[in-house]
């Protein structure tokens, strides 16, 4: 049971420090029951989580699953500083509402994964904020500015003459104090969180705690395009709170390479599980897209329902497989004859006319089913069933 455990919390991961003491943990554990904790930080810096995010969640259901009590951090004061942490110039901060609403928004997110029983949501401000001037200062005398420096994207910007707020500087500072106030055995991030984690190390052997926490990186998840990190700026996302058939219809649009990086870092089935479907995709009995299929019917159902998931494959099929127009659309009127270009703009299928264009050229619009390729076409009296690509619809009548 200990080594399926440790193979489970090992999986996906980018990097381990100090992976005995997870072990250590674990067997007392499985031996005398006793429970330890592992905590996650997330800034309330954006309402809605995607997929993306989810696979730190997705760590912390597993060590759950083994024991762990989840120290669920919403960095509500950190936030106001806002996590240099890749970053080329200094964040813009977020007001207190603006975090209020986002931290909301992230509790009822989490628990579509996590196990509320074994997780404690905790909130930075509460032992931050009494900190005070001399506790801060004493906090800013564990580490030195030379140090500091030796970060990556501050020493990039110090080379280039960009400004650092020391704001910045206090951040990971902070983010460690919240390991020292927690007494935290262990914390995981993403790669891109090294510095901060490492912090926590380094400052619960500062203040004495007894204790140094473990570290767990775990690696940024690609985006449907399966090159850049998944990102709504990106538009490669796939949102926690999508609809049931838009979050569907995109985990089918990934590649057949890039499901199995989707299985082994979101999905809640085993490695031996995962295998058994690798193999069977590698001799021929099963078929990639079925096994896709049965991947997005697990993310969709995990934030939806059974039901729900069901429906959506129901639906994706009678679209894709069986060329129906979907049971649902959105419909627009207008009152004289349109332009084909304006009228995909006006039924939020093509962001401009530009790109209406394009996409006609493409060979990715149809009318009532037919592919269309006249970019000047008129669109008279009548009612049309308007697509772009696979997933967009929209019914237009002209009166």
Known sequence: ?????????????????????????????????????????????????????????????????YGAKVQFLIGDFTAQIGDPSGKSATRKTLSALEIIENAKSYKEQVFKILDPSKTEVVFNSEWINPLGASGMLTLTTTFNVARMLERDDFDKRHKSGISISISEFIYPLLQGYDSVHLKSDIEIGGTDQKFNL??????????????????????????????????????NYIGVADEPNDMFGKVLSISDELMWRYYELLSAKTLDEIEVLKNGVADGSLHPKRVKEELALEITERFHSEES?????????????????????????????????????????????????RDIKQGAVKINQKKVDDEQLQ????????????????????N
């Open 1 to 65: 049971m200990l080594q399926e455990a440790l193979r489970e919390i090992k999986r996906g991961t980018a990097e381990i420090i100090d992976a005995q003491s997870i072990e250590k943990l674990l067997k007392a554990y499985f031996e005398e029951g006793k429970t330890y904790t592992v905590k996650a930080g997330f800034d309330p810096t954006a309402p809605d989580l995607h997929l993306g995010h989810t696979v730190l969640l997705q760590k912390l259901a597993i060590f759950q699953k």
């Open 309 to 357: 998931a069901k429906a959506a494959k129901d639906e994706f099929d009678k679209v894709h497989s069986n060329n129906q127009v979907p049971t649902e659309i959105d419909e627009y009127g207008c009152d004289e004859e349109i332009w084909i270009a304006k009228a995909l703009v006006d039924c939020n299928l093509a962001p401009s006319t530009s790109q209406a264009r």
């Open 198 to 235: 490492l912090m926590g190390r380094h400052l619960q052997r500062a203040y004495e705690i007894g204790k140094e926490q473990s570290v767990l990186m775990m690696p940024i998840l690609e985006g449907l395009d399966g090159v850049q990190k998944m990102s709504k700026s990106l538009n």
């Open 379 to 398: 669109l008279g009296s009548g009612e049309y069933i308007l697509q772009v690509g696979k997933r967009k619809f929209a019914k237009l009548k002209v």
